[in-house]
């Protein structure tokens, strides 16, 4: 399956350092192997000017999230036809961030993720247990409830259009990466549930790996089976570090 490899850049950069950024990444991959799908997630204010940065490239843009509703009252909310007007083609729903700052529940997540289908956005469904979920031995029973939830209503004929990233809370910009073991055991079983909801067609579904990716220890995550890719935080911030991370997806 062909990897994804994707920066995810919080509440980070303004609209020129978004595009520079952008574009060095751009000029960074030129001539790399097109076999690794690359798509950029940078704040809201900025998906449009990156959009453009990257406009000669097969490089993709997304939003960072998304309202379940089209239009209406509420303040400070973003649309799925505001992110495509922008020229986002993906967006990220439940990061943990958001779930813990902005108290998203895996039934809004779900109610974002069937919004950003219904405009073909492509979803990339986040997941991932804390550091005492993981401590109290309940990291697969959480990523269950999140996956199961997070995919309620998709049908399989929409599989292929959905994402999904695991990323432990514990492990995200704190340096602490998950053991390739570790990761490719979680990664294992959504497969596994992924499966169990859609049959054949979850086998085009990618499940990306995220926290504390380094180019030091992407090449470990990516090469296990399962991990078909990377959800980048902190490294994708440097274009020759989130480049160096596309080139070991590509190894
Ligand atoms: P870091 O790579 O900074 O740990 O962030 C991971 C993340 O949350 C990506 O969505």
Redesign the pocket.
Known sequence: MRPLI?G?W?MNLLRRQGADLAAAVARGLRGTDAGVDVTL?PPFPAVAAVVEAVADSEITVGGQDLHAEDAGAHTGAISGPMLLDMGATRV?VG???RRQEFGESDEVVNLKLKAALRHDILPVL?VGDTHDEREAGQTEAVVERQVRTGLEGVVTGRAAEITV?Y?PVW?????VTATPDEAAAVHARIHALLQELWGQAAESVRVLY?????PGNAADLLTRPGIEGA??????LDARDFCAIVRAACA
């Open positions: 994707a995810n919080k997630f990220l990061h943990s961030e986040c990233a990323e492990a995200i910009g704190t340096g995220g926290g504390s990716v380094t959800l980048v935080g902190g490294a994708s």
